[in-house]
Structures are given as structure tokens and as C-alpha cells.
């Protein structure tokens, strides 16, 4: 089945500065690719998605990339605030059929 | 989201019981799923649901049971329950098109 790999596994970064996070998939056929942030003790929450028909997606401060020749993804956060500090999850799944694998997390924190 | 509802949210039992979380959703979405939240493995997927009456497994299935009789419910049963199902779970709901919503969570422990 897909395998999704995620680094790092905790950032830290300045208020303002920018946060990349990473993820590799295994499976070729993936073609949609969402992104959650997960803040302590809540639910994660979609916060981007991107599908295999598009390069990059922005939406304000968060932009995601997408190499399907090099099967990876990448989020990234610029000018980024405190309230940005929280779990970050990215995912893979085929065709939409629901059956969706999780990265194990990034832990960001934004130092004021 | 008031549209997802997950009970308990709070759960302590023994090894060898049986224990049941329970899901609910008000937004009619055909796709519903359980996963289990533990450290250094982020989400991972028990079981998931198309339709009532329509379940399939997930990455981690073994020792948990699911029924879909009403397309509002998905709960989760855990037959004889296990220390190693200490977890956090969360069911979702989907919209057919991969985006997910996920409930509050269950946190269960397993003494």
C-alpha cells in the first residue's frame, strides 16, 4: 500500500520567517495530496490540497508544491505568526478512494 | 463542527473488555472512517466506510470492528480490548472527493 514519509519531524523558526515541510509517496497512481493542521488537543483540519493535474496551490500564506516525476510534496508557510505553531500532517490517497495514509507529523513552533 | 460527533470523548476500561466509540454525523457525506492517533505514527487508518452496509479495511484493522447500518453512524467496537489500543481516535467523514472532516476524538485508555 502507500507509504507516505514526512520531514522533518519538528521546526522550529523565527516569527516572519518562512517553514518548508517535506513529503515523499510511494505510490505513483496518488493523485490527491492534502495537507492538516492539527493544534494541541484539537482535530486536524484541512488546510490545503493539491491534486496531480496541478504544480503548486497557494491560498494566502501557505503555498503547496507538488513533483510527480520525484513523487514528493512540500507545504510552505511564509511570514509565519505564532498561531501557526501546531502539528502539520500531509497525505496521499488514489483516485479519491477515501483510503488515505498520513505522514507521521511535523511538530512546527514559531518563536515570537 | 457540530456535524460530526464523536462519544465518548473520554474512555477508561480494562484489558478483555469490550468497548464501543460511537460516531455520528448530520451532513449526509457517503464516506465515514476511524483512525487511530498515537506518537511518531501520526493518523492511521482502522476502516473506513462508502455507504451504509459498505465497509472495508484500512492499514490497521485487526482487533476492531465496525457496522454501518444507517449512513449517519460508524461506530467502532473493540472486541477484547488491548493495552496496545491505548490511542487517540478520530472518526471523519468524507465527501467523495478525498477531503475529510474529523471529529473531536475519543481518548482511550486501556489499563
Known amino acids: 500500500g502507500e507509504n507516505v514519509e514526512q520531514h522533518p519531524s519538528t521546526l522550529s523558526v523565527q516569527e516572519g520567517d518562512s517553514a518548508v515541510i517535506k513529503c515523499t509517496y510511494s505510490d505513483s497512481a496518488s493523485n490527491y495530496f492534502p495537507w492538516y493542521k492539527q493544534e494541541l488537543g484539537k482535530r486536524p483540519q484541512l488546510i490545503i490540497d493539491?491534486?496531480?493535474?496541478?504544480g503548486e496551490k497557494k491560498d494566502q500564506r501557505i503555498a503547496v508544491t507538488l513533483n510527480k516525476t520525484a513523487k514528493h510534496f512540500s507545504l510552505h508557510i511564509t511570514e509565519t505568526q505564532p498561531e501557526d505553531s501546531a502539528v502539520y500532517f500531509c497525505?496521499?490517497?488514489?483516485?479519491?478512494?477515501?483510503?488515505?495514509?498520513f505522514g507521521a507529523g511535523t511538530r512546527l513552533t514559531v518563536k515570537p | 463542527d457540530a456535524g460530526i460527533t464523536q462519544s465518548p470523548r473520554y474512555k477508561i476500561t480494562e484489558t478483555g473488555r469490550q468497548v464501543t466509540l460511537m460516531c455520528h454525523q448530520t451532513w449526509s457525506h457517503s464516506y465515514m472512517f476511524w483512525y487511530r492517533q498515537d506518537l511518531g505514527h501520526g493518523l492511521r487508518l482502522i476502516y473506513y466506510s462508502a455507504a451504509a452496509d459498505i465497509t472495508d479495511k484500512g492499514e490497521v484493522p485487526d482487533g476492531y470492528v465496525v457496522s454501518r447500518s444507517k449512513t449517519e453512524n460508524f461506530p467502532l467496537t473493540l472486541e477484547s480490548a488491548t493495552r496496545s489500543q491505548t490511542s487517540v481516535y478520530f472518526c471523519a467523514t468524507g465527501t467523495g472527493t478525498g477531503i475529510q472532516y474529523f471529529g473531536a476524538g475519543t481518548r482511550l485508555s486501556v489499563l
Open positions: 493539491i491534486r496531480s493535474n496541478v
Open positions: 497525505a496521499a490517497s488514489i483516485n479519491n478512494n477515501n483510503d488515505m495514509r
